[in-house]
């Protein structure tokens, strides 16, 4: 692996868009721009096979993955480890980066989890054990106090910074911001247009703070920026911060 690696990492949830020759031809220019690390999840659809496909095992690229389901909420009380090496068997590897509990209410794990959850790295079956925060502060606060974090997931951009606070506790533990790029809440089409007016119309204000982006900057800005614009100031926002963070760039666009 190289010396000096990107702070970039890939984000899967835009990753798992792409056909196998797009995805690998889109990794090989990461790669060469020096990304060596991907954020992956089993509920990303088939991204984790796909990336068992193109890269293997090859030791230079870094893969995560998650526990979790589509929901997020319904954790797997059991079988941690056979999910785990669910993933493994995908991506065609023994050992996992980091595996990140995602975006899970901590009340959850009871200590039977938590002790499932350690031995992950006991087993040797993921290198780090870390959490993935939903903007959630008394969860994120929660796991920041928990010994059995390594890393850290956590929103941070332009519009949305109230994770800052917390993680600024741990600066010793490694922290990836996400939605950097205001992602995954873009409104996209007519129909996303109209899902947008109907939140209005109802009165629904409280919900921009989580899914509308590209509002809450035009009422806060005052205008309606490009997409290109839109991430331009969210992802120099991300740098200004001067930190060493791992930035999750959830894009598929070569440029």
């Known amino acids: 692996m190289a ?35 991907i954020d992956s999840a089993p509920t990303y659809g088939n991204l984790e096979s796909m990336l068992g496909r193109i890269l ?42 980091t ?38 502060i008394e969860d994120l606060q929660a796991a920041v106090d928990m010994p059995m974090f390594d890393k850290f997931q956590v929103t941070c951009n332009v519009l949305d910074q109230s994770n800052l606070n917390v993680i600024c506790e741990k600066l010793e ?32 204000k409280g919900r921009f703070d989580v899914n509308d982006y590209h509002y809450r900057f035009k009422r806060m800005f005052g205008f309606a920026p490009s997409k290109s614009k839109f991430h331009q100031v969210f992802f120099e926002y991300v740098l200004s911060l001067g930190r060493e963070q791992r930035l999750i760039v959830g894009t598929t666009d070569p440029k």
């Open 3 to 37: 010396e000096t690696q990107s702070r970039i990492v890939l984000g899967g949830s835009s990753l798992e868009k792409l056909n196998d020759p797009t995805l690998e031809k889109f990794l090989n220019l990461a790669f060469g721009l020096g990304i060596r690390e």
């Open 56 to 97: 293997g095992d090859d030791s230079n690229w870094i893969l995560n993955s998650k526990i979790s389901n589509r929901s997020h909420l319904d954790f797997p009380v059991e079988g941690i480890a056979q999910q785990v090496e669910k993933s493994l068997t995908l991506l065609k590897r023994d050992r996992l980066g």
């Open 99 to 136: 595996v990140f509990v995602h975006s899970v209410p901590l009340h959850r794990l009871s200590e039977t989890i938590k002790s499932s959850i350690v031995s992950l790295k006991l087993d040797r079956l993921a290198n780090f054990v870390g959490y993935s925060s939903n903007s959630n």
């Open 173 to 204: 533990k490694e922290i990836y911001f996400k939605r950097v790029f205001g992602s995954g809440v873009l409104r996209t089409d007519f129909l996303d247009d109209v899902k947008l007016q109907t939140k209005i119309l109802l009165g629904l």
